[in-house]
């Protein structure tokens, strides 16, 4: 029993022979003392048996000597095994991971899910969290949940409220971004103007709260109070707000794309090389060969993918390959309908980024030719929001 089960952990071999050798195989495995295990006929009459991987060389060197022919099986027991897993590293990270989870299920953070949020990325909460020591394997145990929530508002102006809940080693974040030109909270004796964001013609003023300091068709420059916070109740006496409004305005803007006739053109020499990496909580381990990359110009791909247990648990493990591919710049002489139709396709891009936030109201767009170049330009009047909030405080 014990040998049966020492022989599966360093590994056996099944070995057969054919009739006409099988008395000379045991022969053999008699005289040197070898241990068959398991021997067996089959219905044409080989001879197979097991041999254990310290008796397998020294068998397979004295029937070559005898001219024995025989055949081999691939390793069995726990080689095998090992050999498998060698293939498939995803299953041994679960099992180290599985192993882990039982020893310190309840004393780290594991996972940890990002709700609430609609513009903040859930990277870049979990970087923050992380950063005050509430990321991947930390201790649940050394977190003040409370100091984390003041820090986490301190340095993240662009959230109004977070809640961190542990439930075992999982973290559930539950965020409220501030919305633009929303105050959710305001120190003692602070209150606020509204002033202009950029240089513009007032269309429309809605007033929240403060006193308008501007109507439509006035023109204003960049920081120009628009609705004051400042507010006369009698000839001595002011009352102070925190201004609220929303002003829209016309405003300029501006596209422009110059594409010469004579350019280079980036094109990729075939040349790869990818990196392999594992990160288990905090740790990163490269899989690669060490290296510098010998490319002067190249593009780099970022595959990062979160390991899953039985593929639904979330692991703090990811897996990352780093694609590097080798581009050099070509010069090419492009035609005129070319280099206007990938000119106009750009100044159409370079719009659609402008307009995102703001509505067009008219447009002008040139073309210039020269030997050398083709410029193309846009010139448009647009409707946005330029309120923007100014605070200010006052001791009583």
């Not at 993240?156 to 974040?173: C, E, Y």
């Not at 429309?204 to 204003?220: C, D, L």
């Not at 590097?324 to 090419?332: A, D, I, L």
């Not at 073309?367 to 309120?387: G, P, Q, S, V």
């Amino acid at each position: 029993m014990i040998r049966n089960i020492f022989n599966s952990i360093i590994g056996t071999y099944r070995i057969s022979v054919s009739d006409e050798s099988r008395t000379k195989a045991a022969d053999i495995l008699y005289r040197y003392g070898i241990s068959a295990i398991k021997p067996q006929y089959s219905k044409t009459g080989d001879y197979s048996f097991t041999v254990s991987i310290l008796d397998k060389r020294k068998l397979c060197r004295l029937f070559d000597l005898n001219e024995i022919k025989y055949f081999c099986s691939e390793v069995h027991g726990f080689p095998k095994v090992l050999k498998f897993l060698k293939k498939r590293p995803g299953i041994i990270v679960s099992i180290v991971m599985f192993i882990l989870s039982a020893v310190y299920f309840s004393k780290i953070i594991w996972s940890i899910e990002i709700n609430g949020n609609e513009n903040i990325p859930s990277d870049v909460i979990i970087a923050s969290l992380d950063e005050l020591g509430c990321g991947y394997g930390d201790l649940i145990s050394k977190i003040d949940f409370d100091s984390l929530h003041a820090e986490f508002l301190a340095k993240n102006h662009d959230i109004a409220w977070i809640s961190v809940n542990m439930k075992g080693n999982h973290a559930n974040v539950v965020v409220i971004e501030n919305k633009p030109g929303i105050k959710h909270e305001k120190e003692e004796n602070t209150y606020a103007n509204i002033v202009a964001s950029e240089d513009a013609e007032i269309i429309h003023v809605e007033i929240n709260s403060g006193v308008s300091q501007v109507v439509p068709g006035n023109i204003v420059k960049k920081g120009d109070i628009l609705v004051s916070g400042v507010i006369g109740v009698r000839e001595d006496r002011l009352r102070y707000e925190y201004a609220s409004a929303s002003v829209m305005a016309y405003v300029p803007r501006v596209a422009e794309v110059t594409i010469p006739f004579e350019n280079e053109e980036k094109t990729y020499t075939g040349a790869e090389k990818t990196n392999k990496s594992i990160k288990i909580f905090k740790k990163n381990i490269n899989l690669s060969s060490k290296g510098s990359i010998e490319y002067s110009t190249y593009d780099k791909i970022i595959d990062n993918r979160q390991v899953y247990l039985l593929g639904v648990f979330p692991l703090p493990v990811w897996i990352e390959n780093s694609q590097y591919r080798e581009y050099e710049y070509v010069k090419s002489e492009s035609g005129y309908e070319t280099i206007a139709a990938s000119a106009m396709q750009e100044l159409r891009d370079m719009t659609d980024d402008i307009l995102l936030n703001c509505e067009i109201a008219s447009k002008k767009i040139t073309t210039e030719l020269t030997e050398d170049e083709y410029r193309i330009k846009c010139e448009m009047m647009c409707i946005t929001d330029i309120a923007k909030v100014s605070e200010f405080t006052v001791n009583e």
